[in-house]
């Protein structure tokens, strides 16, 4: 069965709509990232989405992270309805993967709590559920097929539209909404302070200088379906790893997340010589970036194990680590590349911000950034993108995007 992915709905601290953010990543615009100051007193550089271009959702609960998703959700609600036509309400799922769990009003209301013995009057435990951003698309569409938040940290919205897929190719509905959608809240920004994860400088992706992470807000919303009904990229295919290493590190090794991209490619059908692009996960983080570049050279090396020549970049440093909505933005600049590249052979992919010095402790990667171009130097079309995303726990994932 195939499967096909509608334009997709965007936002980001670097665009706010799927031709901005493209521009942002292919030309290097850092812009949307910041220095902001959390609730401790700590600086953080952050890539967070200006409040003040947000509208009230509508929703039940309208925080933050709901007015992002309802921004984004607007943009591609012309497909949601229409599959919702062609379907039928109880025939389309919803499946969003997202970690926030509604911390802008947790926060706030534990802190009064603490200072005054009891919660404001209007607080409801349910704003802290994880299904509320599943749950907000399902009632804002009227959809009553199965709404469903996935909480895999980093590989979030990967796992909910690998289980989208698996839904429909199981006949139980013939559409979802898929996507994810996070915010870089400050308890968000403490907590990986508190775990050394989070970089003094705008993240430094498989450079020798890396110091880890840098945070965004992002949502990223697209309806998956067993027909084209116009769209022209299509899901191939995926792969999933669970290496339960440690908590918070991922196997150094990087066999889990090879794993991942070997099943992805099984799964797909896709040679690993047909791929022209992989969206890398390129946290920044020392461990992350380490078993990442060993998973990429392991399967896409030359025949020595060397360098791996597939043209590769990671967009956090523009985007920042969106957290539960990576995997899901990042699989929105793979789509976006493959519909502007097609049947052109003078190809333009998203450019890596850094300073280009690679660690040499690494296995090299063919890094796409401002001075390489297109990365290979081969005038080729692109058909084929993977996108990995690497989380917590080992809960590794990677998706085959093609035209």
Same mark, same amino acid.
């Given at each position: ?176 909404? %898929? ?8 308890? +968000? !920004?403490?907590?990986?302070? *508190? #775990? =050394? $994860? ?88 020392k461990f992350n970036d380490s078993m990442e570049a060993k998973a990429v050279a392991a399967i896409f090396g030359d025949s020595e194990g060397g360098?791996?020549?597939?043209? %590769? ?8 680590? +969106? !957290?539960?909505?990576?995997? *899901? #933005? =990042? $699989? ?72």
């Amino acid at each position: 069965m195939e499967l096909y992915l509608s334009k997709p709905g965007v936002m980001s601290c670097a665009g706010n709509n799927i031709d901005e953010l493209w521009n942002a990543v292919t030309t290097g615009c850092q812009s949307g990232i910041k220095k902001v100051t959390a609730c401790n007193g700590e600086e953080y550089f952050a890539a967070r989405i200006n409040d003040a271009i947000l509208q009230p959702s509508g929703g039940r609960y309208d925080m933050k992270i709901i007015r992002i998703e309802n921004a984004a959700l607007e943009q591609i609600a012309d497909d949601i309805n229409a599959a919702k036509s062609r379907y039928g309400a109880e025939r389309v799922a919803v499946c969003i993967g997202s970690c926030d769990n509604g911390t802008e009003f947790s926060l706030a209301n534990h802190r009064k709590y603490f200072a005054d013995g009891e919660f404001p009057k209007n607080y409801n435990i349910e704003v802290q559920g994880a299904d509320y951003v599943a749950t907000f698309i399902a009632e804002k569409f009227g959809l009553t097929g199965p709404a469903v938040t996935f909480a895999t940290a980093c590989s979030s919205s990967a796992g909910a539209i690998i289980k989208a897929s698996e839904m429909i190719m199981g006949g139980v509905v013939d559409a979802a909404v %898929v996507g994810g959608i996070d915010i870089a809240s400050d308890t +968000t !920004l403490i907590g990986f302070s *508190a #775990l =050394e $994860a989070v970089s003094s400088e705008i993240t430094n992706p498989f450079s020798k200088n890396r110091h880890g992470i840098t945070l965004g807000d992002g949502a990223a919303f697209f309806v998956l379906s067993r027909e084209a009904n116009g769209a022209t990229v299509k899901l191939l295919g995926w792969g999933e790893s669970a290496d339960a290493y440690h908590m918070t590190s991922p196997d150094p090794s990087g066999a889990g997340a090879e794993k991942a991209i070997r099943r992805a490619l099984e799964n797909s059908g896709v040679a690993a010589g047909d791929v022209g692009y992989i969206n890398l996960h390129g946290t920044g983080t020392k461990f992350n970036d380490s078993m990442e570049a060993k998973a990429v050279a392991a399967i896409f090396g030359d025949s020595e194990g060397g360098a791996a020549l597939v043209p %590769v970049s990671t967009t956090k440093p523009v985007t920042g680590h +969106t !957290l539960g909505a990576a995997a *899901a #933005l =990042e $699989a929105a600049i793979c789509w976006k590349a493959l519909v502007e590249n097609k049947e052109k052979e003078n190809i333009k992919l998203p450019a890596q911000v850094w300073d280009g010095e690679q660690d040499e402790e690494l296995p090299q990667l063919n890094i796409v950034d401002s001075k390489s171009g297109n990365g290979d130097g081969k005038n080729r079309p692109l058909k084929v993108c993977l996108s990995n995303s690497f989380a917590f726990g080992g809960a590794n994932a990677c998706l085959v995007l093609g035209i």
